[in-house]
């Protein structure tokens, strides 16, 4: 027999075989793969790595990238994740032969090329023992932190530092991902080493894979190690896709080349898609499922203006849609009002609002907004009781985007891509978060100088007057923001950001302006901590003891929350400007370790922070409520209401009616207006959901009441304090 047929019988041979095993798996009731796929890989793996280890481990440092890869074979830095693979596309397109197939008439299924997500290391879906390296550093540099967009702490020898760093500069050192499973890899993406003093990074580098974490194989441009392009400065994140997907558990990054002077630093993140394993327990173990039907993706701005105008379609008695403002590039800031009657402040009924975006990069807080409204929707058709009195016995309001322009450069860079700053500012380059009025530098400042002389104010502190002209440096977004909340009587609200896992809550600012971290506790703080902790404690992760640190600070210590100003001093904060100019309760929710999460990241996220979402919309009904009236039982507004041993007071709406978030037990309360004589009672709280009704009825001071009968009869009112003078002085003349 020649050469030849020998060869034809044993490729026949091959193939009978693999048809008796794949049906032999289906006869026993075996799960079966999709073998074409399989097939597939078998016939061209050979062509895309060579089973040769690293090669050229030896080669000399460079201080540039290599310019060996081949025009046309591998994605240039920086490529968006969401293009298609051209190359790959045409090669399968080729009547259907793969490069090394030796059968004419064999032809591979066409597929649409898929874009495989993220594995995770940035959002901590894989864990400190999936990651390996070759050497490191010292700890604080391990292969722990070398997760995507990680943050280092202030100090350059800290325990948290912001990269992995080899040990030493040569071209023997790697970075290695355990995926735990088979995975199909697609692309890396890599940034350099944050840090406030030091400059490193990696300018190129091979990747390799293994089945066993022993035989390495090595993506190969034709005959040569295929060399990717890597970072040119730290922190902006560059993608490389391999030419074709590559099949492997473990995937390894080995830099060939760094900037001179610099160390082997990298943060990293893999693109892989699991391949389908049942009998993985692992990774069923750890796989959130969400049973809600909602739209969970990232949308647009004129996606997300139709998904609300698409809630109001469904809901139209429960919602109603308006805007707050414009943006500095005229996009308009929308809001969408849930309530029972829309449109209509309702006697007794407290106003709550959610808003996000202020950062426009960190766009989780968005889509959970987004995902919150299609839920309510959903859930009050469907007569979820829960919901029903929610949105029966609650003016709710929820603004996705606050900040639409830096959104918008962060969507189109896409999730991946846009790294740990851009679209966090305004288009006019504004910290929306830092912006408000600094409020607290005047109220500590009157304090001071009144100290033993007169009360200062400690509620509803007016504008400063430099802040309100035209050329103060405010943002247009943020004037649109403060006129939104003067405009509701907002009890309580919540500002939804990304980046961390917790909650914090005022005063965000030092007193002390030496001070860059201090605990400064509002007259309140027994209450915000008990709203930061009714979110946190609801979350599935915040409390979590066991849960990895996002960046630097393991705030599970702390059971999910932080004063403020605990974390870092923040002058201008919404929080404080919104307790000391209104009545509103304001806390922010860092939601996820990852300000951009993939899309296939939401419906975990959604799960994570569902129960949080209600939880905290429920605690405005917390405290005391009541009506402050006069004995024609009309309502008085802008009465005072203040409590006893705590050195913040509110005031009624337009109505009369007011709501005062309080903790269980009993106080002792005043009401106050200007011409009445003030009132005050006891009042109790449960520990029951539901405020305690403490109402007020005021009578008219008899200097009102002479004041309305001369007003009346078109007398001027008398002066009594100067009659009052005149007469002691005339009696002194007669002694």
């Known amino acids: 027999m020649s050469p030849l047929s020998r060869g034809c019988c044993v490729a026949v041979l091959g193939m009978c075989l693999w048809e008796l095993i794949v049906f032999s798996d289906a006869a026993r009731g075996n799960p079966v793969e999709d073998y074409d796929y399989y097939l597939q890989e078998i016939l061209s793996r050979e062509g895309l790595y060579h089973p040769g280890g690293r090669g050229n481990s030896e080669a000399p440092v460079e201080s540039e990238p290599s310019a060996r890869v081949k025009k046309g074979k591998a994605k240039s830095a920086g490529a968006p994740v969401k ?44 864990d400190d ?60 993406i890599t940034q350099g080493r944050n840090s406030l003093w030091s400059s490193d990074w990696v300018t190129s580098y091979s990747v390799l894979l293994s089945n066993d974490s022993y035989s390495w194989v090595t993506v190969k441009n034709g005959s040569d190690d295929m060399i990717f392009t890597a970072n040119r400065e730290k922190e902006i994140p560059v993608l490389n896709e391999f030419p074709a997907p590559v099949v492997a558990r473990y995937i390894r990054i080995n830099p060939r080349s760094w900037l001179k002077d610099g160390d082997v630093c990298m943060r990293v993140e893999i693109l892989g898609c699991p391949m389908p394993d049942p009998n993985n327990y692992y990774h069923r173990r750890n796989e959130v499922i969400t049973s809600d039907e909602l739209d969970f993706k990232h949308h647009s701005y004129k996606e997300m203006r139709q998904m609300m105008k698409i809630v109001n379609e469904q809901c139209p008695n429960i919602t109603r849609i308006y805007n707050i403002g414009k943006s500095y590039q005229k996009m308009k800031l ?58 029966e016995e609650t003016r709710i309001h929820l603004v996705p985007s606050i900040n639409p322009d830096g959104y918008e450069k962060s ?53 400063p007057e430099w802040y309100l002209s035209e050329n103060a440096t405010v943002a247009v977004e943020t004037r649109a923001v403060i006129a939104w909340m003067e405009k509701f009587p907002f009890v309580l609200g919540g500002n939804v950001q990304g980046g961390e896992l917790v909650v914090t809550y005022p005063f965000d600012m030092t007193r002390l302006s030496t001070m860059v971290q201090e605990n400064t506790a509002t007259p309140d ?17 915040m409390t979590d003891a066991n849960r990895r640190v996002c960046h630097t600070d393991d705030f599970a210590k702390e059971d999910g929350t932080i004063n403020g100003a605990s974390w870092h001093t923040v002058a201008g904060s919404m929080n404080d400007f919104s307790y000391l100019h209104t009545n509103c309760f304001e806390i922010s929710m860092y939601v996820g370790c990852d300000k951009f999460p993939h ?61 005062r ?49 001369m007003e009346k009869f078109g007398k001027q009112p008398i002066n009594l304090s100067l009659k009052r003078f005149r007469r002691v002085r005339h009696r002194r003349r007669q002694l």
């Open 525 to 541: 703080d027994h209450v915000f901590r008990w709203l930061a902790f009714s979110y946190a404690s609801t979350h599935r992760l």
């Open 83 to 126: 293009k298609r693979n051209h190359n790959t596309e045409k090669a399968k397109k080729s009547n259907g032969k793969t490069p090394n197939s030796s059968q004419e008439n064999y032809k591979v299924p066409e597929k649409k090329i898929e874009k495989c997500p993220p594995l995770g290391l940035e959002t901590l879906r894989v």
């Open 411 to 463: 969507f189109e860079m896409g999730s991946e891509l846009v790294g740990w700053s851009l679209g966090r500012w305004t288009h006019d380059g504004i910290d929306i978060n830092h912006n408000f009025p600094d409020l607290n530098s005047i109220i500590w400042e009157g304090e001071e100088r009144r100290r033993g002389y007169k009360k200062v104010d400690n509620h509803h502190l007016p504008i």
């Open 129 to 188: 023992f999936q990651l390996h390296a070759s050497t490191v550093q010292r700890y604080g540099l391990g292969a722990h932190r070398g997760r995507l967009n990680i943050q280092a702490g202030i100090y350059e020898d800290d325990f948290y530092d912001g990269a992995w760093c080899a040990g030493r500069n040569d071209n023997s050192q790697w970075f290695e991902v355990d995926a735990r499973r088979l995975t199909k890899f697609t692309g890396v």
């Open 599 to 659: 899309e296939s990241e939401l419906p975990e996220q959604w799960e994570n922070n569902r129960e949080s979402l209600l939880v905290f919309m429920e605690q405005v009904h917390r405290g005391i409520k009541g009506l402050v009236q006069d004995k024609q039982g009309r309502g008085i507004p802008n009465a005072v209401i203040s409590v006893e041993g705590i050195n913040h007071d509110v005031t009624t709406a337009a109505d009369g009616d007011y709501w």
């Open 334 to 391: 929308y809001a969408i009002e849930i309530s029972d009657n829309p449109g209509e402040h309702e006697v007794g009924e407290p106003e709550f609002h959610y808003s996000s975006g202020a950062h426009g990069n960190e766009v989780l807080g968005r889509e959970l907004l987004l995902l919150l409204m299609q839920f309510i929707c959903q859930a009050y058709l469907a007569g979820n009781p829960r919901i029903k009195h929610l949105v």
């Open 661 to 709: 978030l309080l903790n269980p037990g009993e106080y002792k309360v005043t009401a106050k207006a200007e011409g009445y004589s003030s009132a005050t009672r006891n009042c109790e709280v449960g520990y029951d959901m539901g405020a305690t009704p403490c109402h007020f009825i005021l009578a008219r001071t008899n200097l009102a009441r002479i004041k309305e009968i």
